[in-house]
């Protein structure tokens, strides 16, 4: 369980990390700007975690609160992670995640994560001098490019993207930094699609994170992501593949978005 279960909780959030084509940042300001439709505080996400027709999990991403990082204000992120009381006693997991979002420019100033996975442990903490391009993380410090993520905050700025004008097949290059590295990822468009969910039933875009040797993932094509088709880019469902199948991650439950979810049918 150890092998795929952490993955598709957390690593699907690696995808779709800064682009300055897409974000259209303003190189003259100290910090970009980042018009922001998708999320605000006291947003919360639910998701049911199914490997084939059993409930191994459940996640939740939230927004409690705004707080001063460095002067500036920053979007509270937790993520969590538990594996169901009925699947504990074959792999437990509470893992939760950590980071702080720059509001007006959607990008990192600290991140934490805890893993407790049956007997496996990690703790990991970064801050990211964004102004010096320098990640101080628990085991040193590391240069980084301008807007680096974690995998918690690119996934909050992947749903700040215009995808309107993508074609299917087109790809984005993009980096994201680890442990003590950037890695680079590519990220494919799929096209449209509209699931059933528990939430309801969504218009999804469909997103295919290409991650190269290195990072969380070391092979090609295992994840696909929907987004809802509106401003808001809501995870609707992940899906990875795994050498025993497939699990699935999917919204169960929302409240406190920024405002109403257009592809919900």
């Known amino acids: ?49 199914k490997y084939g027709f059993v409930t191994a999990g459940v996640a939740t991403m939230r927004i409690p609160e705004i707080k001063k990082i460095t002067g500036r204000d920053t979007y509270k992120v937790i993520f969590e992670v538990n594996s169901v009381p009925n699947f504990d006693w074959i792999y437990k997991v509470r893992d939760r995640y950590e980071t702080y979002i720059d509001v007006e420019g959607i990008f990192p100033w600290r991140f934490e994560q805890h893993i407790r996975e049956g ?60 442990k003590d590295k950037v890695y680079d990822l590519d990220v494919r ?14 218009d999804c875009l469909m997103v295919e994170p290409l991650v190269q040797e290195g990072g969380l993932f070391k092979s090609e094509g295992t994840i696909v992501i929907w987004l809802s088709d509106d401003d808001l880019k809501v995870p609707v469902k992940v899906k990875t593949k795994v050498i025993v199948g497939a699990i699935d991650a999917e919204l169960s439950a929302f409240e406190g978005l920024n405002g109403k979810i257009q592809a919900k049918k």
């Open 1 to 49: 369980m150890k092998k795929f279960l952490f993955p598709i909780l957390s690593g699907c959030l690696i995808f779709l990390l800064v682009s300055g084509k897409l974000l259209g940042q303003n190189s003259g300001a100290n910090f970009r700007k980042i018009e922001n439709k998708a999320f605000k505080v006291g947003e919360k996400l639910t998701f049911d975690v």
């Open 119 to 178: 007997n496996y442990s990690r703790d990991f903490s970064a801050f990211f001098d964004q102004r010096k391009g320098k990640a101080k993380t628990s085991g040193g410090s590391y240069d980084i490019p301008k807007y680096v993520n974690d995998i918690i905050s690119a996934f909050y700025l992947a749903r700040t993207f215009n995808y309107s004008k993508m074609k299917t097949g087109d790809k984005v290059h993009l980096q994201n930094f680890y």
């Open 189 to 202: 468009f799929l096209g449209k699609e509209r699931i059933t969910v528990g939430a309801g039933t969504f």
